[in-house]
C-alpha cells in the first residue's frame, strides 16, 4: 500500500486538494457565506467539472455521430440491394417486352403473307471461319424439310441444310456454300448470290450490267427454293477492270446474323 501511494502521489495529491476545495465550498454554502477562497476554490472546482462535463459531452456525442453512421451505412446498403434489385426487374421487363414486339412483328408478317410458314427461335450459332449456320428448335416433327426457306420480316435468312426430329440446322446467305438467284429490284438486272462468309458477292455480272452502291437485291424465285421479291442484301460496292469481263459486287445481307433470334420457315 505505501508503494502504491509513492507510486501515485501526484494524482492522490490532485485528488485530496479536490476533496478539499469540495468540502470547503460546501461548508461555506451550508453557513451562507463565502470567506476569502471563494474564488480560488470555485476557480479550481469549475475547471475539474468543465473537464468532466466536456468528456461526457465528448462521450455521448461521439456515440451519437457513431449510431448515426452506422445507421446512415445500414441504409445506403439497403437503398442499394433496392436499386439493384430495382434494376434486375427493369432489365428482364425490357427483354420481355422486347421479345414480344419481336414476335408480334413476327407473327403480322406470318398474317399477311399467303405462304405456310412455322415460327422457330434460334437456339445455336456457328460462325466459323469455314461456315456460318444456324439452328432451330423445330425439326421435321413440325414439317420442316431440307432446303426451305428461312427468312424474318427484315428479309432471307437462308435455307434449311440439314433436319432432326426437333431441330434443325440452318445455311445462312453468308456460308460459302449458300447461292440464291437474286435480282436488282431498281433495274431488274438478275445475278447469283453467293457467300462470303463476312458478305455476300455477286457472280459473274456483266461488265456492262447496271449495278450500283445501295441497290437492293431480292429474291428472283428462279432457283425454287425462295419466294420472290423478299429482300436479300444491299450492294456496298462495285468494282470494275478494263482487263474483265465481269465486274465484282459485294452485297451486305439485310439481316443481321448476330442479332437473330426468331425466324420464320417457309414450307413448299
Given at each position: 500500500?505505501?508503494?502504491?501511494?509513492?507510486?501515485?502521489?501526484?494524482?492522490?495529491?490532485?485528488?485530496?486538494?479536490?476533496?478539499?476545495?469540495?468540502?470547503?465550498?460546501?461548508?461555506?454554502?451550508?453557513?451562507?457565506?463565502?470567506?476569502?477562497?471563494?474564488?480560488?476554490?470555485?476557480?479550481?472546482?469549475?475547471?475539474?467539472?468543465?473537464?468532466?462535463?466536456?468528456?461526457?459531452?465528448?462521450?455521448?456525442?461521439?456515440?451519437?455521430?457513431?449510431?448515426?453512421?452506422?445507421?446512415?451505412?445500414?441504409?445506403?446498403?439497403?437503398?442499394?440491394?433496392e436499386v439493384d434489385r430495382l434494376r434486375l426487374?427493369?432489365?428482364?421487363?425490357?427483354?420481355?417486352?422486347?421479345?414480344?414486339?419481336?414476335?408480334?412483328?413476327?407473327?403480322?408478317?406470318?398474317?399477311?403473307?399467303?405462304?405456310?410458314?412455322?415460327?422457330?427461335?434460334?437456339?445455336?450459332?456457328?460462325?466459323?471461319?469455314?461456315?456460318?449456320?444456324?439452328?432451330?428448335?423445330?425439326?421435321?416433327?413440325?414439317?420442316?424439310?431440307?432446303?426451305?426457306?428461312?427468312?424474318?420480316?427484315?428479309?432471307?435468312?437462308?435455307?434449311?441444310?440439314?433436319?432432326?426430329?426437333?431441330?434443325?440446322?440452318?445455311?445462312l446467305l453468308t456460308d460459302p456454300g449458300s447461292?440464291?438467284?437474286?435480282?436488282?429490284?431498281?433495274?431488274?438486272?438478275?445475278?447469283?448470290?453467293?457467300?462470303?462468309?463476312?458478305?455476300?458477292?455477286?457472280?459473274?455480272?456483266?461488265?456492262?450490267?447496271?449495278?450500283?452502291?445501295?441497290?437492293?437485291?431480292?429474291?428472283s424465285g428462279l432457283d425454287g427454293i425462295y419466294?420472290?421479291?423478299?429482300?436479300?442484301?444491299?450492294?456496298?460496292?462495285?468494282?470494275?477492270?478494263?482487263?474483265?469481263?465481269?465486274?465484282?459486287?459485294?452485297?451486305?445481307?439485310?439481316?443481321?446474323?448476330?442479332?437473330?433470334?426468331?425466324?420464320?420457315?417457309?414450307?413448299?
Amino acid at each position: 500500500m505505501p508503494g502504491l501511494i509513492a507510486k501515485h502521489k501526484k494524482g492522490f495529491f490532485i485528488l485530496f486538494l479536490f476533496i478539499l476545495l469540495f468540502w470547503l465550498v460546501t461548508v461555506q454554502v451550508k453557513n451562507g457565506r463565502f470567506s476569502f477562497m471563494e474564488k480560488p476554490v470555485l476557480a479550481v472546482a469549475g475547471f475539474f467539472e468543465r473537464i468532466v462535463t466536456g468528456t461526457v459531452n465528448s462521450v455521448a456525442s461521439i456515440g451519437n455521430r457513431y449510431v448515426f453512421l452506422m445507421r446512415t451505412v445500414r441504409e445506403n446498403e439497403r437503398l442499394k440491394e433496392e436499386v439493384d434489385r430495382l434494376r434486375l426487374e427493369n432489365a428482364v421487363m425490357n427483354e420481355l417486352l422486347t421479345e414480344n414486339e419481336r414476335l408480334r412483328d413476327t407473327l403480322n408478317f406470318r398474317r399477311l403473307n399467303p405462304l405456310s410458314s412455322v415460327v422457330a427461335q434460334v437456339i445455336g450459332k456457328e460462325m466459323s471461319p469455314t461456315s456460318s449456320t444456324i439452328t432451330i428448335n423445330k425439326g421435321s416433327s413440325n414439317g420442316i424439310e431440307k432446303d426451305m426457306a428461312v427468312i424474318t420480316p427484315s428479309g432471307v435468312v437462308g435455307r434449311v441444310q440439314t433436319v432432326l426430329p426437333a431441330l434443325s440446322k440452318v445455311l445462312l446467305l453468308t456460308d460459302p456454300g449458300s447461292t440464291l438467284a437474286v435480282r436488282v429490284q431498281r433495274n431488274r438486272e438478275e445475278g447469283l448470290l453467293e457467300g462470303k462468309l463476312v458478305n455476300c458477292a455477286l457472280k459473274y455480272v456483266s461488265y456492262y450490267a447496271d449495278m450500283q452502291q445501295g441497290d437492293l437485291l431480292v429474291t428472283s424465285g428462279l432457283d425454287g427454293i425462295y419466294p420472290k421479291g423478299l429482300p436479300v442484301a444491299t450492294i456496298v460496292r462495285v468494282t470494275k477492270r478494263e482487263a474483265s469481263a465481269f465486274q465484282t459486287v459485294v452485297a451486305e445481307p439485310v439481316v443481321r446474323f448476330a442479332r437473330l433470334e426468331e425466324v420464320l420457315v417457309y414450307k413448299k
